[in-house]
């Protein structure tokens, strides 16, 4: 008992002056900007893929099906298209820096006329794949809006976009290519992101 006292106590004691992390200790950490430098809240960011090229551009809302508003958020197909800037804030703090692995209430910066609000949702339809949106039910009529929040988490060398129904139930976030666009849809295959600040 005494020696099984002596080892937890020495491990411990090794843990907290070589900064181990145990297994209670805060796994979360700052996202950063393609810059190296860390994202806030009261800052503005374009959404790009990691690595440029033929993957396309930068997130953006736009019109698909029989919509007459932009409350669809797309990936652009032009490379070179940044697509437009977006506000990340974590729940109940309009300011501070962002961190991984927190749940996130996600914004473009500038909102359509046409829509009630810029604020990004997830949709459920007759479209083969859960996707994303922006607006309430009063901008997808007939269609289920899911209850949630999203999450930045490291992916490979980037960050990737979970959408969580609830804290037990997260799903990553793609692209769904079809005639309309390549939309952000849930999915098993996540696409590798960076973050580029806008202003």
């Not at 411990?12 to 950490?29: H, I, R, Y």
């Not at 393609?34 to 930068?58: H, N």
């Not at 961190?99 to 909102?111: E, G, M, R, S, V």
Request: net charge neutral; glycine share 10%; proline share 5%.
């Amino acid at each position: 008992m005494k020696v099984a006292l002596s080892l937890t106590l020495s491990f411990f004691l090794f843990a907290f002056t070589t900064n181990l992390p145990l297994a209670f200790s805060d796994v979360s950490e700052k996202v950063v900007d393609s810059q190296g430098r860390p994202i806030y809240s009261a800052a503005k960011y374009y959404i790009l893929p990691f690595f440029s090229g033929p993957t396309g551009g930068g997130v953006a809302v736009g019109k698909v099906g029989n919509s007459k508003c932009d409350v669809t958020v797309l990936q652009t197909n032009d490379e070179s298209d940044r697509g437009q800037t977006v506000k990340f804030s974590t729940l109940g703090t309009s300011s501070g820096t962002i961190f991984t692995d927190t749940p996130l209430d996600i914004a473009f910066a500038d909102k359509p006329l046409c829509a009630s609000s810029s604020k990004w949702v997830v949709v459920s339809d007759n479209f083969p794949e859960t996707w994303v949106g922006i607006g309430g039910a009063e901008d997808h009529p007939g269609k289920k809006i899911m209850a949630g929040t999203f999450k930045i988490e490291k992916f490979d060398v980037g960050y990737k976009l979970v959408f969580c129904a609830t804290t037990t139930t997260c799903y990553n976030i793609g692209r769904h290519d079809d005639v309309e666009g390549r939309r952000l849809v849930l999915t098993n295959n996540p696409f590798q992101f960076s973050f580029n600040y806008g202003s």
